[in-house]
């Protein structure tokens, strides 16, 4: 940050809230948290009336799997304690950057404590001069980012100039920090071939044809990557698909096989997590770490997420210093001409959408 921009800062109270899915807490939580998680319309988009009482079914349908895959991780979510050790961070970056500022760190989840509209409480009674809306999704979708500011729009009523980020693929600490994890990954292959999957979460095709740039940033922070690290055998492909419609492709599970057909294992990367929870060490983890056994996709290793990687932590610190001084809603940077406009990741303006 240079010293007219911390100048310009200086003695403000800042509030950063950091957005994301949220996870249940315990066995009595999974329930809820799945009927939240499904009752939201950006999940389901249809009305009220019939969204409603479909997302009593499903959540009803799934209380017991998705409660036998948290007893793999200890009977609830990590990704609450995950993000607190973000929040920390972060929150010590800022205030090395400008001592000058009170800078507090928030954090509001869509689907389970801390709430958004608690959050909002909280961040009121700070009484910001301003507020910066940070999502852990570092590609913007309709279905994550842009339902965690809709709900934040409609809880906050206190004071202070908002400020949101709206996406972020190819910030250079982002890079960073999933090349410097990718590398230390495929070491553990001791020469083995290995095919790089960078394996985001699915979302329904239709979104991606109306517009929902997420296909683009995930493809955008792909090529940054592989840019970075020089690697010729890769693909991209998406997991954690639910219900009939047809999902972006191929499925990691696809991919998996493939690789075993073609006599390689892999490394597979959460190239759109930030935080280890149930898509990584489950899913990732156990799930497609059996199915690569069975088709002899070996090794199968996968990269962490880059939860508290010092060059992570960086990135997000620069977003909230360029959202300080851009109004409204943009990607990190965009004042500088940002990932959405360098790259052309974000046909439909995900600073509008959001």
Same mark, same amino acid.
């Given at each position: 940050m240079t010293q007219t921009a911390e100048n310009n800062r200086a003695g403000r109270r800042v509030a950063v809230v950091l957005t994301n899915l949220g996870g249940p807490d315990g066995p009595d939580a999974v329930k809820p948290f799945l009927f939240n998680l499904f009752n939201d319309p950006a999940i389901i988009g249809l009305?009220?009336?019939?969204?409603?009482?479909?997302?009593?079914?499903?959540?009803?349908?799934?209380?017991?799997?998705?409660?036998?895959?948290?007893?793999?991780?200890?009977?609830?979510?990590?990704?609450?304690?995950?993000?607190?050790?973000? =929040? =920390?961070?972060?929150?010590?970056?800022?205030?090395?950057? =400008?001592?000058?500022?009170?800078?507090?760190?928030?954090?509001?989840?869509?689907?389970?404590?801390?709430?958004?509209?608690?959050t909002a409480r909280a961040v009121a009674e700070f009484q910001p001069d301003h507020v910066v809306l940070l999502p852990l999704y570092p590609q913007f979708s309709t279905t994550?980012?842009?339902?965690?500011?809709?709900?934040?729009?409609?809880?906050?009523?206190?004071?202070?100039?908002?400020?949101?980020?709206?996406?972020?693929?190819?910030?250079?600490?982002?890079?960073?920090?999933q090349a410097r994890l990718i590398r230390e990954t495929m070491d553990r292959a001791e020469g083995q071939p290995v095919r790089v999957l960078f394996s985001a979460h699915g979302i329904p095709e239709k979104l991606v044809v109306a517009g929902d740039p997420y296909q683009a940033q995930v493809e955008a922070t792909v090529a940054a990557v592989v840019a970075r690290m020089g690697l010729t055998d890769w693909s991209i492909c998406y997991q954690s698909r639910v219900g009939p419609l047809k999902w972006l492709g191929p499925?990691?599970?696809? =991919?998996i096989e493939q690789a075993g057909r073609d006599g390689v294992g892999a490394v597979v990367v959460p190239i759109a997590f930030v935080s280890e929870h149930i898509e990584t060490l489950v899913e990732l983890d156990h799930e497609y770490g059996e199915l690569a056994e069975?088709?002899?996709?070996?090794?199968?290793?996968?990269?962490?997420?880059v939860g508290v990687e010092p060059a992570f932590i960086a990135a997000l610190a620069q977003a909230v210093e360029a959202a300080l001084e851009t109004p409204g809603v943009?990607?990190?940077?965009?004042?500088?001409?940002?990932?959405?406009?360098?790259?052309?990741?974000?046909?439909?303006?995900?600073?509008?959408?959001?």
């Open positions: 009305p009220g009336i019939v969204r409603t009482p479909l997302a009593r079914l499903i959540s009803s349908r799934r209380e017991k799997s998705a409660q036998a895959n948290y007893a793999r991780m200890g009977g609830g979510s990590p990704l609450l304690p995950e993000t607190l050790k973000q =929040a =920390a961070a972060l929150s010590q970056r800022l205030t090395d950057a =400008a001592p000058g500022d009170e800078t507090e760190v928030f954090i509001a989840m869509r689907y389970w404590h801390p709430f958004t509209e608690d994550t980012t842009a339902s965690s500011l809709k709900v934040w729009r409609e809880a906050y009523k206190g004071p202070g100039e908002v400020h949101a980020v709206c996406c972020y693929p190819d910030a250079e600490g982002l890079i960073e920090a499925a990691t599970p696809q =991919a069975q088709v002899g996709c070996a090794p199968y290793l996968r990269a962490p997420a943009a990607p990190q940077g965009a004042s500088k001409g940002g990932p959405c406009a360098r790259l052309k990741a974000c046909p439909a303006g995900c600073s509008k959408a959001a």
